[in-house]
């Protein structure tokens, strides 16, 4: 299948800081990235979807201003967590979806802590 | 409604037993993809299975077999003869009705640990 590269995998920001994740595919062009997060031992949240060049669209109840994501080109989108406080401490993953693909392949995770 | 249930939290069964995991879906659509994806201690999501909804085939690779039934609504795994590589937190998914923006719906997934 398809390769879609997160980066880091881990980071360890302090409190007031912004952390900021990378999420490429690596052999197609994304028209779509998702970028979920998931709390221990819970399912998948979805927190925005966006589209190359377009604003994304965010999920009720996740702050646009607190999550930044862009996706400037159809291989990279990236998540910017603004002012991190602890509780922004999570498992961040993204997906990317080709232009009429029938299944969007993730990246590995990004794994936040905010100390 | 557009959801997946998955009922069981949590499962433990020995080594070499076989085990279902339960997946059932809504949706209006009559054009849909039912997914299951792995989740090992790791945290990457390895992807395992796509069906979209005019396959009813039964499907089997290996040890994993899939089940699903439009009638009732469901898409069930099971694994066969487990191995304690297969615990994992295993996640049934939906993406409601395939266009360019529709999201994959998860449900809560099942913790599956294989007793050696």
């Known amino acids: 299948g398809a390769v879609v590269s997160q980066h880091p995998s881990r980071v360890i920001c302090k409190s007031g800081t912004s952390v900021k994740i990378e999420c490429r595919s690596l052999d197609f062009q994304a028209t779509t990235m998702f970028w979920y997060r998931q709390f221990p031992k819970q399912s998948l949240m979805l927190m925005a979807t966006s589209n190359e060049g377009s604003k994304a669209t965010y999920e009720q109840g996740v702050e646009k201003d607190k999550f930044l994501i862009n996706h400037a080109s159809l291989t990279l989108s990236t998540l910017t967590v603004t002012s991190a406080h602890p509780e922004d401490s999570s498992f961040y993953i993204c997906?990317?979806?080709?232009?009429?693909?029938?299944?969007?392949?993730f990246g590995q995770g990004t794994r936040l802590t905010v100390v | 409604a557009q959801k997946v249930t998955q009922a069981q939290t949590e499962i433990s069964v020995v080594e070499k037993e076989d085990v279902t995991l339960d997946c059932v879906y809504e949706t209006r659509d009559t054009t849909y993809y039912l997914f299951w994806y792995k989740q090992p201690p790791s945290g990457e999501l390895v992807f395992l299975i796509r069906?979209?909804?005019?396959?009813?085939q039964n499907e089997i690779s290996g040890r994993y077999s899939w089940n699903f039934q439009k009638s009732t609504s469901s898409f069930n795994f099971t694994i066969t003869a487990s191995q304690v590589v297969d615990s994992a937190v295993y996640f049934c998914?939906?993406?409601?009705?395939?266009?360019?923006?529709?999201?994959?719906?998860f449900g809560k997934g099942t913790r599956l640990h294989i007793l050696p």
């Open positions: 998914a939906l993406i409601p009705n395939m266009n360019r923006d529709d999201k994959i719906i």
């Open positions: 069906r979209n909804s005019f396959d009813e």
């Open positions: 997906s990317a979806r080709a232009d009429g693909g029938t299944e969007a392949f």
